[in-house]
T-cell receptor, first 122, second 111 residues
């Protein structure tokens, strides 16, 4: 089956530093990748949608200059949390949507989730 | 009001019991996901279905598009089934892949 990996799985950093999280689709090409954030005991919240080769689309309230997304290839998207602060501490999850999901009867709904990255900013 | 609602929010059951988690949504959708999130946070996609029923091992998912309702069933529940179960659907726009998530159901299976 389709596999999505994330790296690192957890990271601890000092306030003010930048952290890069990678999301890779291992056995399929992902035309679209999604980045989510989840605070403790809350549901996943979509941060942005990225399509390979184009700028990411950010959800309302998400600062694009703070959360830099680069979808440079069909198998890799990166999320960089710039100048991280303790309030950025959260669980970041990516998902990837393969092109076959867009061609079938279910449209583009197929998504495969990464295992998540737990960020702690001290 | 959340467009995707789940019930119950918390469910504790004895090992072996039959488990049902419900999900209802307020607008028409083309498909619905059931996800499992383990205590460490990792998410596994269990099902994506647009009609009828799907079965995988001890898990069964059903959906009634007309009634805007889906259920996830677990037969012969086991402590390793303890997790948060989340339903999600692309609510905002037809054909848009953005998912709207339910608040999750925390399932605890006691040995």
């Amino acid at each position: 089956g389709a596999v999505v990996s994330q790296h690192p799985s957890r990271v601890i950093c000092k306030s003010g530093t930048s952290v890069k999280i990678e999301c890779r689709s291992l056995d399929f090409q992902a035309t679209t990748m999604f980045w989510y954030r989840q605070f403790p005991k809350q549901s996943l919240m979509l941060m942005a949608t990225s399509n390979e080769g184009s700028k990411a689309t950010y959800e309302q309230g998400v600062e694009k200059d703070k959360f830099l997304i680069n979808h440079a290839s069909l198998t890799l998207s990166t999320l960089t949390v710039t100048s991280a602060h303790p309030e950025d501490s959260s669980f970041y999850i990516c998902s990837a949507s393969p092109p076959w999901g867009g061609g079938g009867p279910l449209g583009g709904e197929t998504q495969y989730f990464g295992p998540g990255t737990r960020l702690l900013v001290l | 009001k959340n467009e995707v609602e789940q019930s119950p929010q918390n469910l504790t059951a004895q090992e072996g019991e039959f488990i049902t988690i419900n999900c209802s949504y307020s607008v028409g959708i083309s498909a619905l996901h059931w996800l499992q999130q383990h205590p460490g946070g990792g998410i596994v996609s269990l099902f994506m279905l647009s009609s009828g029923k799907k079965k995988h091992g001890r898990l069964i998912a059903t959906i009634n598009i007309q009634e805007k309702h889906s259920s996830l069933h677990i037969t012969a529940s086991h402590p390793r089934d303890s997790a948060v179960y989340i339903c999600a659907a692309p609510i905002s726009n037809f054909g848009n892949e953005k998912l709207t998530f339910g608040t999750g159901t925390r399932l605890t299976i006691i040995p």
